[in-house]
């Protein structure tokens, strides 16, 4: 760790920074990488802390002096505006994020992605401290393309599909398409901290992520989550790849997203708590433009990775078809296509994702197998005994 430098050749200072949002996917992967790469302090805020047990114990981990767990939900603790004063940065990755949510519990979305996030802004911006705030790729909503006309050689045109940040518009379905509420708050926090930088000089950062995946992604239904739960699309998938049962296409699987390896995406978030004076004033896509496949492809891919690594043949009907309907409820809509311009990011960070989504998938199924086949093949058995 010593003699490490910036992108512009000055030495890097220890700081403390206050992670809201530790205890999840993202912040797993982060805290990880900055215990065991960075000097940093990292004040870990979150409701659970499972997906990060294993940097808090042992106290005899070499950097125990460095990481502090603080059980807090942020929704009503007091305590939250202490921790962002005792911190130089603040990153808040807090969040209801899974699209099962949206349009059934639309009111806790809308809360969790604005109203809870506006403490945080606040005390920032009052106390003088530096936020990376989390937002989302689906602030930018559909593409243009997806208006016209299914045969128009316009939709081969990258200007109506690839989402650049300083350009494109937000486009959002009509307000009974309840999906759009967590896109929808998203936007306006991220202009609340847009505004808050043009009036009160608050320094800050934006996040938007194009579907991060990888190991401790969301839960597997009945094992570590709720049975009835539906999490994302990498976690529903593995679920249905343990049973052994056929991977559901929603609406028929045509959409398409570009997906990023966590490890990638970290490295990319490492350079903006590292390079304030690079990042801060900015929005950042991170995205993998290179692995973009319709669900459907990533259903087909997932398939023939995990028999490559569980060592079992495929079922004879590895795909179904259902409706979103069926799927999610009422309200559901969806992103056509997902593309990062990666302009601002290669020119002010220098950054490039570097895994295949083949390769990505290997690392992550192998993970899943090793994690949860036992478990899952345990709970199976036991519910045809009852
Ligand atoms: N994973 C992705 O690809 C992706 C894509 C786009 C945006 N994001 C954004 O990145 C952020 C992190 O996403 P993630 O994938 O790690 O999700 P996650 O659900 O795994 O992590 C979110 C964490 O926030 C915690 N949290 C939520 N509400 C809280 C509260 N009131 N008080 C304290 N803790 C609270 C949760 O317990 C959870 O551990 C979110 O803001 C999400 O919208 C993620
Ligand atoms: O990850 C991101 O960048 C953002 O996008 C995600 O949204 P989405 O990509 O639509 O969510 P997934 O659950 O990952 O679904 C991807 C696609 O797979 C489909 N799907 C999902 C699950 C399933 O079993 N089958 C299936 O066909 C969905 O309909 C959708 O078209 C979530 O909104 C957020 O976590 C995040 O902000």
């Given at each position: 760790m010593a003699g490490r430098v910036d992108l512009d050749g000055n030495p890097i200072k220890p700081i403390t920074i206050c992670m809201i949002g530790a205890g999840g996917f993202i912040g797993s992967h982060l805290c990880e990488k900055l215990m065991s790469e960075t000097p940093h302090k990292v004040l870990a805020v979150d409701v659970?802390?499972?997906?990060?047990?294993?940097l808090l114990e042992p106290a005899t981990l070499a950097w125990a002096d460095r990481i502090q767990f603080h059980r807090?939900?942020?929704?009503?603790?007091s305590r939250l505006e202490g921790?962002?004063?005792?911190?130089?940065?603040?990153?808040?990755?807090?969040?209801?994020?899974?699209?099962?949510?949206?349009?059934?519990?639309?009111?806790?979305?809308?809360?969790?992605?604005?109203?809870?996030?506006?403490?945080?802004?606040?005390?920032?911006?009052?106390?003088?401290?530096?936020?990376i705030h989390f937002s989302t790729c689906e602030v930018?909503?559909?593409?243009?393309?997806?208006?016209?006309?299914?045969?128009?050689?316009?939709?081969?045109?990258?200007?109506?599909?690839?989402?650049?940040?300083?350009a494109s518009p937000c486009i959002f379905g009509p307000i009974e398409k309840q999906r759009w509420s967590y896109a929808c708050a998203k936007q306006l926090i991220e202009r609340l901290v847009y505004a808050e930088g043009a009036e009160n000089g608050l320094e800050f950062t934006i996040v938007r992520p194009f579907n991060w995946i990888g190991p401790?992604?969301?839960?597997?239904?009945?094992?570590?989550g709720p049975s009835e739960g539906v999490p994302?699309?990498?976690?529903?998938?593995?679920?249905?790849?343990?049973?052994?049962?056929?991977?559901?296409?929603?609406?028929?699987?045509?959409?398409?997203?570009?997906f990023i390896y966590i490890k990638d995406a970290i490295e990319a978030v490492l350079l903006m708590i590292e390079n304030p004076a690079r990042a801060n004033g900015h929005i950042f896509n991170v995205g993998n433009?290179?692995?973009?496949?319709?669900?459907?492809?990533?259903?087909?891919?997932?398939?023939?990775?995990?028999?490559?690594?569980?060592?079992?043949?495929?079922?004879?009907?590895?795909?179904?078809?259902?409706?979103?309907?069926?799927?999610?409820?009422?309200?559901?809509?969806?992103?056509?296509k997902r593309i990062p311009d990666m302009t601002i990011i290669n020119k002010q960070l220098g950054w490039n994702p570097k895994t295949?989504?083949?390769?990505?998938?290997?690392?992550?199924?192998?993970?899943?197998?090793?994690?949860?086949?036992?478990?899952?093949?345990?709970?199976?058995?036991?519910?045809?005994?009852?």
């Amino acid at each position: 760790m010593a003699g490490r430098v910036d992108l512009d050749g000055n030495p890097i200072k220890p700081i403390t920074i206050c992670m809201i949002g530790a205890g999840g996917f993202i912040g797993s992967h982060l805290c990880e990488k900055l215990m065991s790469e960075t000097p940093h302090k990292v004040l870990a805020v979150d409701v659970y802390s499972d997906k990060i047990k294993h940097l808090l114990e042992p106290a005899t981990l070499a950097w125990a002096d460095r990481i502090q767990f603080h059980r807090i939900n942020i929704k009503n603790d007091s305590r939250l505006e202490g921790l962002i004063k005792m911190a130089d940065l603040t990153i808040n990755l807090a969040a209801i994020c899974t699209p099962a949510d949206y349009n059934t519990r639309p009111l806790d979305t809308i809360y969790s992605n604005f109203i809870d996030a506006l403490p945080v802004v606040k005390y920032c911006s009052e106390n003088g401290k530096r936020l990376i705030h989390f937002s989302t790729c689906e602030v930018y909503g559909k593409t243009i393309g997806a208006f016209l006309p299914k045969d128009s050689p316009l939709r081969q045109d990258p200007a109506y599909y690839v989402l650049k940040e300083d350009a494109s518009p937000c486009i959002f379905g009509p307000i009974e398409k309840q999906r759009w509420s967590y896109a929808c708050a998203k936007q306006l926090i991220e202009r609340l901290v847009y505004a808050e930088g043009a009036e009160n000089g608050l320094e800050f950062t934006i996040v938007r992520p194009f579907n991060w995946i990888g190991p401790r992604m969301d839960f597997i239904p009945g094992i570590d989550g709720p049975s009835e739960g539906v999490p994302r699309v990498l976690a529903c998938f593995s679920n249905n790849l343990l049973r052994r049962e056929p991977l559901k296409l929603v609406d028929g699987g045509e959409s398409q997203r570009t997906f990023i390896y966590i490890k990638d995406a970290i490295e990319a978030v490492l350079l903006m708590i590292e390079n304030p004076a690079r990042a801060n004033g900015h929005i950042f896509n991170v995205g993998n433009p290179n692995n973009e496949v319709t669900v459907r492809q990533l259903a087909e891919m997932m398939t023939q990775v995990y028999s490559k690594v569980s060592g079992e043949s495929s079922i004879e009907t590895p795909t179904i078809d259902v409706s979103s309907k069926e799927f999610y409820g009422e309200g559901y809509d969806d992103s056509d296509k997902r593309i990062p311009d990666m302009t601002i990011i290669n020119k002010q960070l220098g950054w490039n994702p570097k895994t295949s989504l083949w390769d990505l998938l290997e690392s992550t199924l192998t993970y899943q197998h090793r994690t949860y086949a036992e478990a899952v093949k345990q709970a199976m058995s036991k519910t045809t005994a009852n």
